[in-house]
């Protein structure tokens, strides 16, 4: 059975930092790009960043790009997102998603990813 659990959700000030973790069980992890989205209050779900199955390709939206960082250790089936200089917009449940099917360009659509974690959620306030 495959699981991706998301976890370093949390309160934090505007301009802060904090780093969401995402682990992958039940899967080949090594083969499968892996992104995160966010649903904010009253919004609709939207893509945050992805990463290729080798780490070698990155995408990100607009929105988070210069200020969030994805990342992901195979050897220890981890994706990360480090996100900088955190703006009450970025308030969300964030969730990491993974696709069996590599894809250049990566892919950014909720629908095209085979699996999907719970959600962490990212508070920033002051």
């Known amino acids: 059975q495959v699981q991706l659990v998301e976890s370093g959700g949390g309160l934090v000030q505007p301009g802060g930092s904090l780093t969401l973790s995402c682990a992958g069980s039940g899967l080949r992890f090594s083969s499968y790009d892996m992104a995160w989205f966010r649903q904010g209050p009253g919004k609709e779900r939207e893509f945050v960043a992805a990463i290729g199955w080798s780490g070698g390709a990155t995408s990100y939206a607009d929105s988070v790009k210069g200020r969030f960082t994805i990342s992901r250790d195979n050897a220890k089936n981890m994706v990360y997102v480090q996100m900088n200089s955190l703006k009450p917009e970025d308030t969300a449940v964030y969730y990491c998603?993974?696709?069996?099917?590599?894809?250049?360009?990566?892919?950014?659509?909720?629908?095209?990813?085979?699996?999907r974690g719970q959600g962490t959620q990212v508070t920033v306030s002051s």
């Open positions: 998603a993974a696709n069996r099917r590599s894809s250049t360009p990566l892919f950014r659509k909720w629908y095209q990813f085979d699996y």
